[in-house]
């Protein structure tokens, strides 16, 4: 019989059972998080509106940064996720247009917000919004392989950071026209910097 106390043990994930119970958890809790807000999403009104226990709920998400980390990076299928190209502005262009379509999501958009809110003075929250700038840093460059161009983390926030500004801070709006001129913009850098090589489209 195992040791580990049972609001301690990991959800055994190849269960589909157990996929389908944290599924339904995550979209009540993304229905539940513009209407109550990150403060308002405790466990106990998730478990509730679920019909789970608490116990089920910190089995699967031990504290609640966990939980926004999840939100974000498995939101609702937009159906716009770029596929992998060797034309650069292309890729860019399109990843920046879904960045700006996930985030008009008001569920990622919160969890977004209440990560960044949370990071300084909660260190799982923190460690979350690293392993999110990890996981979508990464995630860029594999849709850039075929193009022979990898970004580093400074490039990286070059591209995305004007958008999460206008969003964000001037609480604008993020048209086309807008992310063509950021990629123009960053296109140029990449280029100034050697970064971009010689037979890339730009």
């Known amino acids: 019989m195992s040791s580990t106390p049972v609001h ?27 209407e109550v807000g990150p403060t308002g999403l ?32 498995e939101g609702p299928d937009l159906g716009d996720y770029p596929e992998p190209g060797s034309d650069v502005r292309v890729v860019a262009t399109a990843w920046l247009k879904s960045l700006r379509n996930g985030i008009s999501d008001p569920a990622i958009r919160t969890a977004v917000l209440a990560v960044t809110a ?16 990890a996981d979508r840093h990464a995630a860029l460059n594999r849709l850039l392989e075929p193009s022979g161009v990898q970004i580093n983390n400074d490039e990286y926030t070059m591209l995305y950071g004007p958008v999460l500004a206008r969003l964000f801070l001037d609480r604008g709006q993020v048209t086309d026209t807008f992310i063509d001129v950021v ?18 489209s730009a």
């Open 8 to 34: 301690r043990r990991q959800p055994a994930l190849s269960n589909p059972r157990v996929q389908r119970t944290r599924a339904r958890i995550l979209t009540v809790a993304r229905e539940l998080l513009p």
């Open 42 to 73: 405790t466990y106990a009104l998730l478990a509730e509106r679920a019909d789970v226990t608490r116990q089920t709920v910190y089995r699967h998400w031990p504290n609640r940064a966990a939980l926004l980390f999840d939100l974000i990076l």
């Open 118 to 133: 949370q990071a300084d003075h909660d260190p799982d929250s923190a460690q979350a919004l690293v392993r999110i700038g």
């Open 183 to 200: 990629v123009t913009q960053w296109l140029t850098t990449l280029e100034h910097t050697g970064a971009l090589p010689s037979h890339t």
